[in-house]
């Protein structure tokens, strides 16, 4: 069976510092891979998705990017955090015989102060 | 307009009852229908998948989607305290690669 795994759960960051969040895929190949923030209260933004390795598609113009430099890991960074950048990060998966269908992780929780 | 609306809730029910969601959507080119459940500080799991119009049944949750009306519905039968959570609807166009619009979700208490 397919899981998905984030790291890490939380994290709190100061104003200015770098961030990286991962998310690694198991048990399919060539997923479809997003990234999603969820601010308090509200619902799904699409931030980036991705079709393959270095193939990344840019929904939002922001301070964050994203890097897919293996076909089942995904990667959200940013150079130097925005206290806006705080929020419930996503990483979700589509492909296979699911390609309608799309799993998430378990999300990664963080506060920028 | 946002392409998919969902009421924000909170919807309150009293154990038993049935719960019923909805979505309405402006675009027509639709075809792919999903509802999540998401617990509080966790990922959205999904719940019920849907291609076109019609009704899907899996045990207590009935998924119908009305495409003449740009419609979706979910409904949970005997709601119980443990499906207190946000439903959030999603949709899709193309059978391959893309993009997922998601409604803002619906938050649902069940009270004991």
């Known amino acids: 069976s397919q899981t998905i795994h984030q790291w890490p759960a939380t994290l709190v960051q100061p104003v200015g510092s770098p961030l990286s969040l991962e998310c690694t895929v198991e048990?399919?190949?060539?997923?479809?891979l997003y990234w999603y923030r969820q601010a308090a209260g509200r619902g799904l933004q699409l931030l980036f998705y991705?079709?393959?390795?270095?193939?990344i598609s840019s929904e939002v113009p922001q301070n964050l990017s994203a890097s897919r430099p293996q076909d089942r890991q995904f990667i959200l960074s940013s150079k130097k955090l925005l206290l806006s950048d705080s929020g419930f990060y996503l990483c979700a998966w589509s492909g296979g015989k699911t390609y309608n269908e799309q799993f998430f992780g378990p999300g990664t929780r963080l506060t920028v102060l | 307009q946002k392409e998919v609306e969902q009421d924000p809730g909170p919807l309150s029910v009293p154990e038993g009852a049935i719960v019923s969601l909805n979505c309405t959507y402006s675009?027509?080119?639709?075809?792919?229908f999903m509802w999540y459940r998401q617990y509080s500080r966790k990922g959205p799991e999904l719940l019920m998948y849907t291609y076109s119009s019609g009704n899907k049944e899996d045990g207590r949750f009935t998924a119908q989607v009305d495409k003449s009306s740009k419609y979706i519905s979910l409904f949970i039968r005997d709601s119980q305290p443990s499906d207190s959570a946000t439903y959030l609807c999603a949709m899709k166009i193309t059978d391959s690669w893309g993009k997922f619009q998601f409604g803002a979700g619906t938050q649902v208490v069940v009270t004991p």
């Open positions: 991705s079709v393959g390795i270095g193939q």
């Open positions: 048990g399919t190949s060539n997923p479809n």
């Open positions: 675009n027509s080119a639709f075809q792919y």
